[in-house]
């Protein structure tokens, strides 16, 4: 069975409360009752003791004074039961029931006689014989109605207090159990949004107290869950790439291996004939190579296979990339432009995969250039920065789109139709392997990517 915890925090509270402040009324009411009671009867002890002794005559007009301020009745009779005075309008019948009370047991309240429907306590008294009265004894009525009505007088205040004190401590209860009733249920419904999948945080209460810390906790938690989400997703991107990989490797092996052998038959026909046409054919094969490196590649995202690491000069690496993507750019009138550096700027790495990075950046670049149409261009420049070599390509194209632009270094991002996707995440991936950086910007009109590699006199060689 299901007990809210508002219901556990109120019960608890009202039991807790109702216990308290109910022992309190009691001992209170108690208290007030026996005070009460002793100043009732010491009033009438009071009163008998000074008409017992009195030195003046007690009439009835005398015990109707007394009365005035007492409450109670007087009835004063000789040792025969004659009435001397008394303040009841039936005197004969009040001692008729006085005389058949039998035994007395005393001054103390005790006995109850009945006058007209109405109950009095009788207390007796015997007053000393004077020159204005014979040996007499006093009987005094209380009321039993107002001595009732005295002693509600004392324990009802505090009973009525203690009742509205545990009622506003059960309101107070419930209402501050409602209060964390209603955030625990905002943080149940968070935990359910959260489980479909929305990581959006929830609003912090106002008040600094534990349910805000767990509100920060449960957002946090939505934090690392959205981080979670996100690398999972990125590991199943790349199994399924690793997974295509492997599917299509055996076939772009046996195109590679075809077009290679229909390249070297050509060039043996045309060896003699027209040497420039060589030059392109040697472009071919190039490309070739670098298609079978990207096959080996393709295999693992996480792992490049290429060449040992050796030292190399980006300079002559630049040049070479230009060689093979020129037919590219000169194919889609994009004019390119090399700037290079004036000394030598040796790195250390696997120099087949950074050739492969700059190419493919500089391939972007090409493509980019081509489709904002006008005057397409593309550099590439190499500067010395901080000890790092770097290398720019700069085109004139109108840059990635805004929604691309969070995720531009991630596998199957893009935008393109025939796009894979994969040309800047492993370009991201070569660069980082050799410590390097890669950044982009976008400013005068151009986009430039930027390819920042440590030279060799700054950092430790790694093979």
């Known amino acids: 069975m299901r007990w809210p915890i508002k219901y556990q925090i109120v019960l608890l509270m009202v039991t807790l409360s109702i216990s308290i402040v109910g022992l309190l009324t009691i001992v209170t009411s108690y208290f007030a009752f026996r005070q009460t009671e002793s100043k009732i009867k010491n009033d009438v002890t009071k009163i008998t003791a000074t008409i017992s002794q009195a030195n003046y005559p007690v009439t009835g007009n005398t015990l109707s004074q007394i009365k005035g301020f007492s409450g109670a009745e007087f009835l004063l009779v000789d040792t025969d039961f004659r009435p001397l005075a008394s303040t009841l ?6 001692i008729q029931q006085i005389k058949q009370l039998g035994q007395w047991t005393g001054s103390e309240f005790g006995q109850v006689v009945e006058l007209e429907n109405q109950s ?7 007053t000393k014989k004077s020159i204005y009265r014979p040996k007499s004894k006093l009987y005094v009525l209380y009321p039993q109605a107002t001595y009732a009505k005295q002693i509600r007088r004392a324990w009802l205040p505090p009973v009525i207090a203690g009742f509205v004190g545990c009622v506003l401590i059960g309101l107070t209860g419930f209402i501050a159990a409602s209060r964390i009733s209603r955030n625990l249920a905002k943080l149940r419904n968070q935990v359910n949004v959260i489980a479909k999948g929305d990581f959006k945080p929830m609003a912090l209460p106002q008040r600094n107290d534990e349910i805000r810390d767990l509100t920060v906790s449960v957002n946090q938690m939505a934090s690392q ?5 996100t690398q999972v997703r990125s590991n199943e991107r790349q199994k399924t ?13 046996n195109a590679v291996t075809g077009g290679k052998m229909a ?3 050509q060039r043996r026909r045309t060896e003699d004939v027209d040497p420039k046409q060589n030059e392109y054919l040697d472009v071919a094969q190039q490309q070739f190579r670098l298609i079978e490196k990207s096959v080996d590649r393709f295999l693992s995202l996480d792992k490049p296979q290429s060449d040992v690491a050796s030292e190399f000069d980006l300079n002559q690496l630049v040049d070479a990339v ?9 194919h889609l009138n994009v004019d390119l432009r090399v700037q290079r550096c004036e000394t030598n700027r040796e790195v250390r790495g696997r120099r087949g995969d950074i050739e492969q990075a700059i190419m493919n950046i500089t391939l972007n670049a090409i493509e980019a250039a081509a489709s904002s149409g006008g005057d397409s261009s593309v550099q590439i420049s190499l500067d010395e920065k ?4 770097v290398v720019a390509v700069k085109d004139s194209g109108t840059g990635p789109d805004e929604g691309m632009v969070d995720q531009l270094f991630e596998p199957f991002a893009t935008n393109k139709p025939d796009g894979l996707g994969l040309g800047l995440a492993l370009t991201k991936q070569i660069v980082e392997a050799h410590a390097g950086t890669i950044q ?5 009109g151009c986009t430039e990517f930027k390819i920042s590699i440590p030279l060799v006199d700054d950092r430790t060689e790694s093979k």
């Open 241 to 253: 790439f690793e997974q295509l990989g492997r599917t299509i490797a055996h076939e772009l092996r």
């Open 225 to 229: 869950l959205r981080s979670y989400e």
């Open 386 to 389: 901080n000890q790092h070599a």
């Open 263 to 265: 390249l070297d038959l």
């Open 440 to 444: 982009w910007s976008r400013h005068d």
């Open 89 to 94: 309008d039936n005197s004969a019948m009040a």
């Open 322 to 330: 230009a060689r093979l993507v020129k037919p590219t750019a000169d």
């Open 120 to 126: 009095f306590y009788v207390t007796e008294t015997s």
